[in-house]
């Protein structure tokens, strides 16, 4: 998918382990900073940048890196052991962002913004839900009208990922009213365009550090060459091959995570004592480590498969939305199992699983509510039935 090449295990290995030293020696040292402040220290994303993480997924020829996405899930999986916040700005970029322009730009486009995002110096954003269409992307109200060599759009964007932050956003509008989902088209919209309005970051319950705002556009005329490969309809179906993308990757963010608060679990069992011994001793607390752990280990084996059959060009909607439903519901299980085992210290902010806690409630809700993957899951099964 997009221009990537196969990576060897062999080549995958340094990266994923250059990755853990600065998650174990600069991201997680740096969590309390990143939660305090709402905002990544600047040092930490150079670090970031300096790791090529920005280029993950952009083609080798526009200056990225081009893994695979065999190879993308293992980096990021290791990623996310840190603060889900340090992703937001790369995964999007990469990902719902910047795929679009990998998949269906035109040259010109291509050209044009890929080479910044792979340096880290053009954050993305993706603007496809509204205030009355989140689930239900295809009924999307946003409408770009054609006037001479510009597009007028009008509309509004709800809970858009770094678009405080963002040099670019993605934006799926509508072009034809009486068309349905093949009646919306993506634009390319470049931050500081008259019209374009970025609301005040939202307050959320975590993900401290990852900013979320609304985004609005009153008049915003952009010129026709911001059409995304230069055609109209092809929006919704570009989203839509993203987000399957997509939900394979935050399937490998949740086995990140889960990790971590396995980590954080273990450490903090084995250090407490009670009764005169470890918790860790305890049958029931190695029963939470148990059920953490294996339930941890099938996620990353789905994630890994799904990945696979990505990069070999197979079909996998129903497998990404599989790994992105079911490691989600994992993570959460692992989180509360976390918190449950550090007792009330888990409540308090001065252990980590309070904070993480908070982070990992969102990935049942974003990019597709665990009832809907449910709903793409039965769909898709059903639909494979009627073929057998």
Known sequence: MGNRRHWTQDEI??????????????LIPAEDILDRDDTIPADVLDLIRDLG???????????????SKFAEVQV??????????YRS????????GGQCVVLAGSDEQKQRYLPAIAAGELIVSFCLTEPDAGSDAASLKTRAVRDGDHYVLNGSKRFISNSPVAGLFTVMARTDPDNGADGISCFLVEA???????HPPLKKMGQRGAPTADVSFDDCRVPANALLGNKEGHGFRTAMQVLDDARIHM???????????????ISYAKDRQQFGRPIADFQLIQAMIADSEAECFAARAMVEKAARMLDAGNPCIKEAASCKYFASETLWRIADRALQVHGGYGYVKEYPVERLFRDARL????????QVMQLVIAREALKAAETR
């Open 13 to 26: 290995d340094p990266l994923v382990d250059a990755v853990r030293r600065v998650v174990d020696e600069k």
């Open 53 to 67: 993480l920005f280029a993950y997924a952009i083609p080798e020829e526009h200056g990225g890196l081009g893994l």
């Open 76 to 85: 990021i999986a290791e990623f996310c052991r840190a603060a889900p916040a």
């Open 89 to 96: 700005y790369v995964g999007t970029t990469n990902g719902v």
């Open 192 to 198: 500081g365009t008259p019209g374009l309005v970025i």
């Open 251 to 265: 399937g490998a963010v949740c086995v990140g995570l889960s990790t971590r608060f396995i980590e954080e679990m």
């Open 363 to 370: 990935f049942r809700i974003f990019e597709g509510t665990s």
